[in-house]
């Protein structure tokens, strides 16, 4: 990525509205271009900018609204073409949310607190610690840590203890699985690393979605920047849906079928269906291996996401793009009973969705069959999968370095067209 380039553009007419979210695009080989949308379209173009794809541009506005100047805050986007831009639906497209994480204002979201393991028999504990979500430089950093390492834990504990959310921070957000009050039971052990996971407030139907991010790299981790319902439109998961941004593994190696899972490939799902058992994901996933060497470094993830087409991008290249199905999904998928969904050919993916980030460790995303850098400590069918994990990290740990296991964030912004 260039150095960024930092521009002030002033637009000296009357405006409808003191509020614009602009849309800033390379056009033509290397122009650079600013729209404004109000009544009319205002645009600023420079033909002699040599704007390449990728370049972070720093820019602010000044509108005169009722005979005032009304200036904006400075804000940074990444060069994209103007073909990339999905057309509006209507004339006006307008920021929903933006953080750059210049601090780390937790009143944007909910912030997750619960050992209940997720859908896949995780082995993390989600925790509102500074040391596990914190904005430092300008980035969020989502960081996974040892439990042993907190103050109230120690090896012992983790075998004979309990871990109760409730006393610890006042609050549990998912009581499944023993999720708020969890014991070490039988030859099962606690939840051996605590990790974050924030969703925002802000929900779009429709829109762009781009987060700027560096994930992490290390044995068993699992970052995500994914979207769920906002209000589980269509009911229970996967009923109302599930659109995965990004998945990746942090482990170096991650074989399976003659390719390479790890950290150098990055992958898009969307999940929908009637129920778990009926879950048409392998319908719509797409991965994309890094061009060189792995995607630890710093990248655009984006969501266009339209009712005719949901595609992601890395950088701006296409991971995944999916087409509205003529007949709907629920048709286009062959389930069988009552269509949940109605007619509503772009179903469940027609409502309002919020954006989520996090940091997982193991479970069932990394699979038995495949072959790794490291022995996966685990199987499926153990009866204590934490506590394998656990008493292999001789193996894992050393893998884990510094900030690197971390997932950092430099800013998340959805635009809702």
Not at 98 to 116: C, E, G, L, P
Request: net charge negative.
């Amino acid at each position: 990525m260039r150095c960024a380039v930092c521009l002030l553009f002033l637009v000296s007419v009357v405006v409808t509205s003191k509020s614009f979210y602009p849309e800033v695009t390379i056009t033509g080989e290397s122009g650079l271009r600013l729209g404004l949308v109000d009544d009319d379209i205002w645009e600023y173009v420079d033909i002699d900018a040599d704007a390449q794809t990728g370049d972070l541009v720093e820019y602010k506005t000044s509108v005169l609204y009722n005979s005032e100047w009304i200036d904006s805050e400075w804000t940074k986007v990444s060069l994209v073409p103007r073909g990339l831009m999905v057309p509006r639906k209507g004339r006006r497209s307008y920021t929903v949310f933006r953080d750059d994480f210049n601090s780390f204002d937790k009143s944007h979201y909910t912030i997750d607190v619960t050992a209940w393991g997720g859908g896949n028999g995780e082995f993390q504990v989600y925790t509102p610690e500074h040391n596990n979500l914190y904005a430092s430089n300008g980035y969020l950093y989502m960081k996974p840590t040892l439990t042993v390492d907190h103050p109230s834990f120690d090896n012992g504990k983790l075998y004979n203890g309990r871990m109760d959310l409730n006393s610890m921070y006042h609050t549990c957000t998912n009581g499944a699985n023993s999720g708020c009050s969890k014991s070490a039971y039988g030859h099962e052990i606690l939840p051996p690393v605590m990790s974050g996971k924030i969703t925002s407030h802000a929900c779009l139907t429709y829109g762009r979605v781009n987060v700027r991010a560096r994930i992490p790299k290390g044995d068993w981790l699992w970052p995500a920047i994914w979207l769920l319902s906002c209000h589980k439109h269509y009911g229970s998961w996967p009923r109302s849906g599930e659109i995965d941004i990004m998945e990746s593994r942090g482990n170096l190696r991650a074989e399976e079928h003659g390719s390479n899972h790890g950290v150098s490939y990055v992958a898009s799902t969307l999940h929908w269906g009637p129920d778990a058992a009926h879950n048409a994901y392998y319908l719509t996933h797409k991965g994309k291996h890094a061009p060189s060497g792995d995607w630890h470094g710093w990248h655009t993830y984006s969501l266009e996401w339209t009712d005719h087409h949901i595609i992601t991008y890395v950088d701006n290249q296409e991971i995944m793009h999916i087409t509205t199905p003529s007949q709907g999904f629920w048709n286009w998928a062959h389930f069988h009973g009552n269509n949940i969904w109605g007619s509503h050919h772009n179903a469940p993916f027609d409502h309002s969705f919020h954006l989520i980030l996090n940091v997982a460790v193991g479970g069932g995303f990394f699979s038995d069959s495949a072959h790794y850098n490291t022995p996966k400590p685990w199987h499926r069918s153990s009866p204590h999968p934490k506590k394998d994990f656990w008493e292999k990290r001789g193996d894992w740990l050393p893998t884990w370095h510094g900030d690197d296991v971390a997932m950092l964030i430099d800013y998340v912004e959805m635009i809702q067209y």
